[in-house]
């Protein structure tokens, strides 16, 4: 449930946000909330916006 409504948020802000703002957004830890995104982009749903080493900011696959 928790990576659909990651992917759905995504989605809905258009914008790059960081593991915080999705924390506060589905009322968990933020370091539960790196775990969901770190799978996401495994499974390529979400690409990182910023950040090379260290991710800070996720966003929406652009599908081209």
Not at 13 to 25: N, T
Not at 32 to 58: K, P, S
């Amino acid at each position: 449930w928790l990576e659909a409504e990651t992917v759905r948020y995504a989605h809905r802000l258009l914008r790059p946000f960081s593991p915080l703002e999705l924390a506060a957004h589905l009322r968990i830890s933020d370091r539960h909330a790196r775990r969901i995104l770190h799978v996401l982009v495994d499974q390529q749903l979400l690409t990182v916006a910023g950040g090379n080493i260290r991710f800070r900011t996720f966003q929406m696959r652009l599908l081209v």
